[in-house]
């Protein structure tokens, strides 16, 4: 079984490419889904990788399967939907390279997850567990989502949670901070953006932020990425008293897409983690072993923003490393 499984929303991203011949923008069908670029990440950096989820019997949804299984991801735990239509997600990309979505998912394949769709032997055996709030928004999908985090804490997985807020998915904000915060109580490990820090905290300060939600959910790690200033991790000690939190600032980059960058930072992190074991609290005595894989989650982040599209942009092992090579003066 596979050391890491993923759970969420695998869907279509029709990204900008352009402009046609009469003048109308042109949009390329890229794969997408933040636990599924997440999965696609640490397969390619050498991660043993399950997705868990759901999409339509439809040509997106079988398409987006081989997708997944070329990248070396483990599919057999995705369901195919002959009822519901796979979700398709519109990117909007920013002077910048920054990107907004509008999502066409009500009623989508992946919101009809069900717990009993789950693969529960996956789940029970994997070394690392990741979800996020997506699946949570609409549909039996967000029970499924906290019955998996409690199946995989009940295991002994070391359980890492995504906000990934995107408010437009949910009919209600307080709606959505609930559900939340009640998936950071089975997590381990935490990534969160500075916007969804100050959203859940009300804290501007991204040190405070950051000691708070460990603090106040007993997580042994948080990472709050910064976007283009970089990141900022937290790992709790083994007493009190001696947590380590260190910046990484922003790695050069020729940044043109965004999309995927913060999937792929943690996709790069939980690979890392796994090579050490797997076990979250690994860092508390070895601040050198965070530093490092923290800068190696940023570069993947990072590499990642320089090519179009989620999957199809994220970096191997090797760019990773030759990349790294070039940052030895770089904190």
């Known amino acids: ?9 695998l869907l279509v ?18 794969p997408g889904g933040g636990p599924a670029n997440l999965a696609c990440a640490a397969a390619k950096l050498g991660a043993d990788t399950a997705f868990l989820g759901k999409v339509g019997d439809d040509v997106f949804g079988r398409a987006l399967r081989g997708i997944l299984r070329d990248n ?16 398709l997600a519109f990117v909007h990309l920013a002077e910048d390279g ?44 967000r029970e499924t989502s906290f019955a998996a985090a409690k199946l995989a804490k009940g295991a002994g997985a070391t359980v890492v949670f995504d906000p990934n807020l995107r408010l437009n998915l949910w009919a209600d904000p307080e709606d959505a901070k609930s559900c939340i915060l009640q998936g950071i109580r089975y997590a381990d490990i935490l990534k969160v953006s500075e916007e969804e820090m100050t959203f859940l905290t ?25 976007g283009a200033k970089g990141c900022l991790a937290y790992a709790a000690g083994q007493q009190m008293g001696e947590a380590l939190l260190l910046r990484v600032g922003g790695f050069p980059a020729d940044t043109i897409d965004t999309t995927g960058a913060g999937d792929s930072f943690t996709g790069g992190f939980i690979s890392r983690l796994l090579k050490r ?47 790294l090579k070039t940052l030895v003066n770089v904190e």
């Open 202 to 226: 009300g804290e501007t300060e991204p040190e405070a932020g950051a000691r708070r939600l460990a603090e106040e959910f007993g997580l042994k790690i948080v990472l709050l990425t910064l």
């Open 1 to 9: 079984m596979a050391d890491l499984v993923s759970l969420g929303e």
């Open 277 to 323: 074991g797997g076990n979250a609290g690994v860092y508390a005595c070895d601040p050198e072993a965070f530093r490092e894989d923290v800068r190696f989650a940023n570069a993947v982040g990072s590499l990642t923003t320089t090519k179009k599209g989620g999957i199809p942009a994220l970096p191997t092992l090797r760019e990773v490393e030759e990349y």
């Open 98 to 141: 920054d990107r907004s979505f509008s999502f066409y998912r009500h009623g989508g394949a992946d919101t009809m997850l069900t717990p009993e769709e789950l693969d529960k032997q996956a789940i029970e055996t994997a070394r690392v567990f990741f979800f996020s709030s997506v699946l949570m928004a609409e549909g039996p999908s």
């Open 13 to 30: 991203d029709f990204t900008p490419r352009g402009v046609s011949e009469n003048g109308n923008p042109l949009f390329e069908r890229n």
């Open 72 to 87: 070396g991801v483990d599919v057999s735990g995705l369901r195919l939907s002959p009822e519901h239509p796979t979700t």
